[in-house]
């Protein structure tokens, strides 16, 4: 259910026109049409006192109430306020002030970052049907915000972070054999190689049929990515997100250019320039390598190759 505003703005004053212009913007509104304004009914109150003064100063408006005729049009109608863009927008401040952290000093870099919390929470305050991706945006600004601690406030005695990820010595996870589910894709293929690359550069991998059930992994191996698995995703993040933040990889924003990719393509959220063309890579891959072990190896080279790339580094024009 929906409430709708329908108005013809006077032709004078032009300040007017500009005002509930702005007011209809900044309530985050779909429009419907040129003139036909968008809420939900819980907060169609907020239309009443720009009709009023549509109204006074000799314009046309009313508010009704709209509802759907079937799923379908209420689907049509959702689709109007989806702020996918917007929380796109935002996580490209977010990243530059990631790129940019370790070349700011502390005053500059926390004003960065309440520009970006308040940037984050006047999107929140419009998005009247959150998702995915306001979820993941959350997520990334309390990761930015701890990486911020890290640098400027080393030995703070800090409270737990949300996502209740314990921090691990990555040198008692050497020489272990790792066990997921068969065919792996885009978030087994890239903790594969985080795993490799970054944490255990011994790792043997066991690949399950059904390791939740009927083919469980062997005692002493490591599980991800799966039902009841040590490493698998914690509320927004997917569990190449919880790797990286388990064994304090995830102030590293090549990791996190990759991770935002790897989010999007398991679990949507905000698209980003990277997924498209991951997806289709590593799709062709699967499709060359029956047998797991060389499809890792494959997918290795190509998340090297963009780890490599200087996209969004610190002084590397994007």
């Known amino acids: 259910m929906w409430s709708i505003l329908i108005v ?28 036909a304004y968008l809420l939900p009914s819980a907060n169609g109150a907020l239309f009443e006192p720009l009709a009023a003064e549509v109204r006074e100063h000799g314009g046309a408006a009313m508010v009704l109430t709209l509802s759907p005729s079937d799923d379908a049009q209420r689907d049509e109608l959702l689709a109007l306020f989806d702020r996918t863009q917007a929380y796109m927008q935002w996580r490209d401040a977010a990243s530059a ?89 885009v978030d087994r293929l890239a903790c594969a190689w985080l795993i490799r690359r970054f944490i255990d550069p011994r790792a043997r991998f066991v690949w399950l049929a059904d390791p939740a059930h009927a083919t469980p992994a062997p005692r002493g191996a490591l599980g991800f990515d799966y039902d009841g698995a040590r490493f698998t995703h914690i509320g927004a993040r997917v569990t190449f997100e919880v ?49 797991d072990d ?10 090297d190759a963009l780890y490599a790339s200087p996209r969004g580094a610190p002084g590397v024009p994007t």
């Open 8 to 35: 013809t703005l006077p032709t004078q004053p032009n300040a007017v026109r500009v005002r509930v212009w702005r007011a209809l913007k900044a309530l985050g509104c779909a429009a419907l049409r040129d003139g």
């Open 97 to 185: 002030l990631q790129s940019e952290g370790a070349t700011l000093g502390e005053t500059e870099a926390r004003r960065r970052w309440r520009g970006v919390c308040e940037a984050l929470q006047a999107l929140r305050r419009i998005d009247y049907y959150p998702g995915a991706a306001a979820e993941q945006a959350q997520s990334e600004l309390e990761a930015l915000h701890q990486a911020l601690d890290a640098r400027f406030s080393k030995g703070e005695p800090r409270a737990q972070a949300d996502h209740g990820i314990a921090a691990l010595d990555v040198r008692k996870f050497r020489g272990k054999r790792w066990a997921t589910r068969a065919r792996p894709w």
């Open 243 to 291: 790797l990286l933040a388990s064994f304090g990889l995830d102030h590293d924003p090549r990791l996190q250019r990759i991770a935002a990719a790897v989010h999007y393509l398991d679990a949507g959220g905000i698209p980003v320039p990277e997924a498209a063309g991951l997806e289709s890579v590593l799709g062709g891959l699967r499709e060359l390598h029956a047998e």
């Open 294 to 303: 060389p499809l890792v190896a494959a997918a290795a080279a190509v998340f």
